[in-house]
């Protein structure tokens, strides 16, 4: 019957290269085999040890450890001729590591239907439909050689429908990412469908195929302003199949724009060489999105472009985009650092209908590019106590400049909020051990009792001696309700 032959298509349709099948029945759910988001494709899937996103639920659940903000992903990939696939990621950080949620979504969509007479029936669809469940933390061991490591685990559930048929099954993903001695050196292992139920459409059904992976990652001068390289290799070892390999390059130029390129020898349609590239709106929009864009070849069925946005909720790569200009009089005066921020508050004219008022104009301190002047504009406004400062301090808080970052902690530590609490307390996890030490002091002084549980915490898992002793100090302050 005809109907069987094209049910038949539709189901290979869905994968994503040839069948390597060790025998029938053994695999199912090829469509996860696909890779997922235009970064990472870019990057021939080479994600194993590269995860730091909410895309980690897919490639690598240990690498949620990483995140520090709530973080959301959508994918769109136009696949082969009516065939599209949908990827949608969140991620939150926690205390101790982070959740993450994901689905994928694969559309066949729909075709003729004939019965055995070659007479038109109707029509016949298929999708496959994955959910993930994620979770990812982090464990610090004090040792040199391995400093600390993430682990992770996500259970996905499986459903998919071939015309009126339908099938689902669960499956367990684990993951570990070692962090070595060697500075932006990261080692990854990948565990999918570590155990899974049977997919079963008719007779006995199929178990996914278990599939292990490593990966290595190497980030290439990552806090430079100018150019920062990252590379990816990994490995993978499949059950249903011949190993391969992909491999991934991307360079960040001015934090701003990403140009990519990768490679994997898994397949002619899921496969190959591909290009793409990425753009940081943070500067124009003051928020933190992401678009990037994918290019791959299939050869004999076309090309494919996946298109990707990612929004994360309170990390902008500058305050810039969110706060407005200051005034080209006052920066354009041979002035010292230290002295622009009286000069500043002296001139400013009263508010004028119509115009920006003088806090507004305070405000755009914060955007300059010397760091100094951004230093003194946050010491200024700190003095003011008005909550309108909360949020551009937040936002300073991840400036790549230390000094500034600093000087955030301590601003925000005059507000009368509870929000600039937490903000501080959240820099006990920051990964730079200055910036450790100044928040545990910062809470020493004037924290409230409330931030005891956050320094002990950060004491148990504290590895720097210096900080340690930061640590120990704050909590005998609060102690003696100094």
Same mark, same amino acid.
């Given at each position: 019957?005809?109907?069987?032959?094209?049910?038949?298509?539709?189901?290979?349709?869905?994968?994503?290269?040839?069948?390597?099948?060790?025998?029938?029945?053994?695999?199912?759910?090829?469509?996860?085999?696909?890779?997922? +988001?235009?970064?990472?494709?870019?990057?021939?899937?080479?994600?194993?040890?590269?995860?730091?996103?909410?895309?980690?639920?897919?490639?690598?659940?240990?690498?949620?450890?990483?995140?520090?903000?709530?973080?959301?992903?959508?994918?769109?990939?136009?696949?082969?001729?009516?065939?599209?696939?949908?990827? /949608?990621?969140?991620?939150?950080?926690?205390?101790?590591?982070?959740?993450? /949620?994901?689905?994928?979504?694969?559309?066949?969509?729909?075709?003729?239907?004939?019965?055995?007479?070659?007479?038109?029936?109707?029509?016949?669809?298929?999708?496959?439909?994955?959910?993930?469940?994620?979770?990812?933390?982090? !464990?610090?061991?004090?040792?040199?050689?391995?400093?600390?490591?993430?682990?992770?685990?996500?259970?996905?559930?499986?459903?998919?429908?071939? $015309?009126?048929?339908?099938?689902?099954?669960?499956?367990?993903?684990?993951?570990?990412?070692?962090?070595?001695?060697?500075?932006?050196?990261?080692?990854?292992? +990948?565990?999918?469908?570590?155990?899974? @139920?049977?997919?079963?459409?008719?007779?006995?059904?199929?178990?996914?195929?278990?599939?292990?992976?490593?990966?290595?990652?190497?980030?290439?001068?990552?806090?430079?302003?100018?150019? @920062?390289?990252?590379?990816?290799?990994?490995? !993978? /070892?499949?059950? $249903?199949?011949?190993?391969?390999?992909?491999?991934?390059?991307?360079?960040?130029?001015? +934090?701003?724009?990403?140009?990519?390129?990768?490679?994997?020898?898994?397949?002619?349609?899921?496969?190959?060489?591909?290009?793409?590239?990425?753009?940081?709106?943070?500067?124009?929009?003051?928020?933190?999105?992401?678009? $990037?864009?994918?290019?791959?070849?299939?050869?004999?069925?076309?090309? !494919?472009?996946?298109?990707?946005?990612?929004?994360?909720?309170?990390?902008?790569?500058?305050?810039?985009?969110?706060?407005?200009?200051?005034?080209?009089?006052?920066?354009?005066?041979?002035?010292?650092?230290?002295?622009?921020?009286?000069?500043?508050?002296?001139?400013?004219?009263?508010?004028?209908?119509?115009?920006?008022?003088?806090?507004?104009?305070?405000?755009?301190?914060?955007?300059?590019?010397?760091?100094?002047?951004?230093?003194?504009?946050?010491?200024?406004?700190?003095?003011?106590? $008005?909550?309108?400062?909360?949020?551009?301090?937040?936002?300073?808080?991840?400036?790549?400049?230390?000094?500034?970052?600093?000087?955030?902690?301590?601003?925000?530590?005059?507000?009368?909020?509870?929000?600039?609490?937490?903000?501080?307390?959240?820099?006990?996890?920051?990964?730079?051990?200055?910036?450790?030490?100044?928040?545990?002091?910062?809470?020493?002084?004037?924290?409230?009792?409330?931030?005891?549980?956050?320094?002990?915490?950060?004491?148990?898992?504290?590895?720097?001696?210096?900080?340690?002793?930061?640590?120990?100090?704050?909590?005998?302050?609060?102690?003696?309700?100094?």
């Amino acid at each position: 019957m005809r109907i069987a032959f094209l049910n038949l298509s539709l189901l290979c349709l869905t994968a994503p290269a040839p069948a390597f099948a060790s025998g029938p029945g053994t695999a199912a759910a090829n469509f996860l085999k696909i890779p997922v +988001g235009a970064r990472e494709t870019a990057l021939g899937g080479a994600f194993t040890a590269a995860a730091d996103n909410s895309g980690a639920v897919f490639y690598n659940p240990a690498g949620l450890g990483l995140l520090e903000t709530p973080e959301l992903s959508f994918a769109y990939n136009r696949y082969l001729s009516e065939v599209s696939q949908q990827w /949608f990621a969140a991620a939150c950080p926690l205390r101790h590591g982070a959740l993450g /949620f994901g689905v994928n979504y694969l559309n066949a969509g729909s075709r003729p239907s004939y019965n055995s007479a070659d007479n038109r029936t109707g029509s016949v669809s298929a999708y496959d439909m994955a959910l993930y469940f994620s979770y990812g933390g982090r !464990i610090k061991t004090g040792s040199p050689l391995v400093p600390s490591f993430l682990y992770g685990a996500g259970i996905k559930h499986i459903s998919e429908k071939l $015309d009126t048929r339908k099938a689902s099954g669960y499956a367990l993903d684990w993951g570990l990412m070692i962090m070595p001695g060697v500075k932006n050196l990261k080692l990854g292992l +990948g565990f999918e469908n570590l155990a899974s @139920s049977r997919i079963q459409f008719i007779n006995e059904g199929s178990k996914l195929p278990f599939s292990f992976k490593t990966g290595v990652s190497y980030g290439i001068a990552p806090d430079s302003r100018v150019s @920062s390289v990252l590379l990816s290799l990994d490995f !993978i /070892f499949p059950e $249903d199949g011949p190993d391969y390999f992909a491999a991934g390059l991307e360079n960040l130029l001015y +934090g701003a724009l990403a140009l990519r390129a990768g490679y994997s020898s898994f397949g002619n349609i899921s496969g190959g060489a591909n290009f793409g590239f990425g753009f940081d709106l943070s500067a124009y929009t003051g928020r933190k999105i992401a678009v $990037d864009y994918s290019f791959g070849s299939s050869y004999d069925f076309g090309n !494919i472009h996946k298109f990707g946005v990612t929004y994360k909720f309170s990390r902008p790569g500058k305050a810039a985009g969110a706060l407005e200009k200051l005034p080209e009089p006052a920066l354009s005066r041979n002035l010292p650092a230290d002295k622009q921020a009286a000069a500043l508050s002296s001139e400013i004219p009263p508010a004028r209908k119509g115009g920006e008022s003088p806090f507004k104009l305070l405000l755009g301190m914060l955007n300059n590019e010397n760091p100094e002047i951004v230093r003194d504009g946050i010491n200024f406004l700190a003095g003011l106590n $008005d909550p309108g400062v909360i949020d551009p301090f937040i936002t300073l808080l991840y400036a790549e400049n230390m000094e500034v970052r600093l000087a955030a902690v301590s601003g925000l530590a005059r507000q009368n909020d509870e929000r600039a609490l937490k903000a501080i307390e959240g820099r006990l996890r920051d990964t730079e051990p200055e910036m450790r030490r100044h928040t545990a002091e910062v809470l020493g002084d004037r924290g409230k009792k409330s931030a005891g549980i956050a320094l002990q915490e950060a004491l148990k898992n504290e590895e720097d001696e210096s900080v340690k002793s930061a640590l120990i100090a704050a909590l005998e302050k609060l102690n003696r309700g100094q």
